[in-house]
């Protein structure tokens, strides 16, 4: 069997083996920045969860809300300017939900890192230059786990083998510049990994990665979520990744949720135009070379002062008089959604959609 295939025949016994009580369940969140322009609606009541097993991919333009969402759910949004104003996040771990977005600071930190952890966009960035790795990954699992330095430098070293870091003993002493870029990566999963979490955020986590290292970031990822019931939460760009992982797609438009529905009938019957927009701006094999893309005209909207109805509407080649009122996110086909007015007009043309099913 094809890497691809396996990836996409675990995905799928994950949905149909794994329980349906979510481990993050997000309601009606808001995540607001107050400047001095005004207040900017990064996060505009967004609901979703996630459950054990399962990869939800979280897609849409740069300045969508993806990234901000997931810092939302760490309480990691810088405040000020940025403050989470509303909505609930629960986390269930051992049979016990809990709001995190009302537990103290203190109770966080106990949380983040053990319960959720994060791997962040850029991890030359995210990586203190002045430790080296074995620090940076030891003190999680001394601080959440309570493990001595001996014991945690063992399981250090571990968890740099199971990412795939080739000399693991040797290179737990080297710096953060003396990796390349998909090393560090590997830490930052192995940083994440440390403490067994229930719930991975992964923002962007093959960005800047050649295609190789990306196969064997994804290939390590999904088997973390056979193997250890981790439920990840996958933020990209990149569709054909999200097809090849995900088993439901979040897409996101100005701050709010647009689509959501399983991978396959996402792709296969987008319901709104953004979602269309999307499939239809990636570049396809086998076709005519004189084909150009089909890119999304026009610029997100200002989240100063946002649409008052449908936030594509400027931008939608189906706009009408009826998407001045803000359009609700309901079904619109059996366990798929669409915040639109009038769904699944632009979905006769899916080639491109079965190309990256293809693909994926």
């Not at 990636?282 to 150009?292: A, F, N, S, Y």
């Not at 008052?308 to 619109?332: H, M, N, S, V, Y």
Request: net charge neutral; hydrophobic share 40%; aromatic share 4%.
């Amino acid at each position: 069997m094809s890497t691809t295939a396996s990836r996409a025949t675990s995905a799928e016994g994950q949905v149909a083996s794994g329980a349906r009580n979510p481990v993050l369940e997000v309601k009606n969140l808001k995540t607001q920045f107050f400047t001095r322009s005004g207040i900017v609606f990064a996060v505009d009541d967004v609901s979703f969860e996630v459950a054990e097993g399962e990869t939800l991919g979280i897609v849409g333009e740069s300045g969508c809300g993806k990234s901000v969402t997931s810092l939302s759910i760490m309480r990691l949004v810088p405040n000020p300017p940025g403050k989470v104003v509303g909505g609930q996040i629960n986390l269930t771990v051992d049979g016990k939900t809990r709001d995190i977005t009302k537990v103290s600071d203190s109770e966080m930190r106990g949380v983040r890192g053990n319960d959720i952890a994060m791997i962040f966009q850029d991890p030359m960035t995210s990586l203190n230059p002045v430790y080296t790795i074995g620090d940076q990954i030891c003190e999680p699992l001394m601080l959440h786990m309570g493990l001595n330095r001996t014991e945690a430098e063992k399981r250090a070293i571990d968890l740099l083998k199971r990412v795939g870091i080739p000399g693991a003993e040797e290179r737990f002493g080297a710096y953060p510049h003396q990796f390349s870029g998909g090393m560090r990566q590997r830490v930052m999963i192995a940083i994440a990994l440390a403490c067994n979490p229930k719930v991975l955020l992964a923002d962007e986590p093959t960005t800047a990665l050649d295609v190789t290292i990306q196969a064997q970031i994804l290939d390590l990822m999904v088997g973390l979520n056979r193997d250890f019931g981790t439920a990840i939460i996958l933020i990209t760009h990149d569709l054909g990744v999200v097809a090849e992982v995900c088993q439901r797609v979040i897409v996101m438009y100005a701050g709010k949720i647009v689509e959501q529905g399983k991978a396959i009938d996402l792709f296969g019957n987008p319901q709104h135009p953004y979602t269309m927009g999307l499939l239809k701006s990636i570049p396809r094999l086998g076709h005519d070379v004189k084909e150009r893309l089909a890119p999304i005209g026009g610029l997100p909207p200002d989240l100063l002062s946002p649409p008052k109805g449908c936030r594509f509407a400027p931008r939608c080649p189906r706009r009408q008089a009826k998407c001045d009122t803000p359009p609700p996110l309901i079904e619109t086909r059996p366990g798929q959604m669409a915040a639109c007015w009038f769904p699944g007009e632009l979905a006769e043309d899916t080639v491109t959609a079965t190309y990256i099913i293809g693909q994926g």
